[in-house]
């Protein structure tokens, strides 16, 4: 059998930069919906979301939003994957700046309290999303866990450097510490979303000073 020309084989320049120009727009395509999703999702959440409703949102057709995702659960999947970017980008990565220790354990908490403070009208995926998904085992509630347990495992990281630099308590518990700083996310939540007590993120803040005033490293043994 004769060896096939090379060159039957490779795309001609402009059928590459047809097919470049293609996936770029179906790329852009797929943003645009996951960016309405993402929308519905805060508003609604993640149940709430279907292919029918972000078609009209998007006046796309069905089966174009479906040609994007494939499946319910894969356009929630992405919307959680997004979701976890921009949470990324506007608490973890600003804070890392910081120096290490307190000032960037306190950096982090800040840009949390101030996305927070925003997400309190809005709502919060990670909240939402888990009182949705709790006992429901699956793809979509793994994305969750693995976005907040990510999240959870660089705060903690930073409570254990603060600790290793003698900034906090030798005996901290750094599980017990996050676990307490997460609750004030929490309660906030609780207390300004659906209570609508005034002063909530006040005593967030404040709460959040007590927890470092009483793991923190006595006044004697710092000056030491």
Sequence with gaps: MPEASSTAKTPRPATRARSGRALQKGQQTKAAIVEAALGLATQIGLEGLSIGALAEVTQMSKSGVF????????LQISVIREYHVRFEDEVFYPAMAAPRGLPRLRAMFANWMKRTSVEIDSGCLYISGAVEFDDRPGPVRDALCSSVMTWHA?????????????????????????????????????????????????????????????YGVPPQTAAR
């Excluded at 409570?159 to 750094?174: C, F, M, Y």
């Excluded at 300004?192 to 959040?208: D, E, H, T, V, Y």
Aim: aromatic letters at 8%; charged letters at 25%.
């Design 154 to 214: 660089a705060m903690k990281r930073a409570i254990t450097l603060a600790k290793h630099d003698g900034q906090l308590s030798a005996d901290v518990d750094e599980d017990q510490m996050l676990f307490e700083i997460h609750g004030l996310i929490l309660a906030l939540h609780y207390e300004a979303r659906f209570l609508k007590n005034p002063g909530s993120i006040a005593r967030a803040n404040q709460g959040f000073d007590n927890i470092l005033a009483r």
């Design 67 to 74: 040609a994007h995702f494939g499946s319910r659960e894969e």
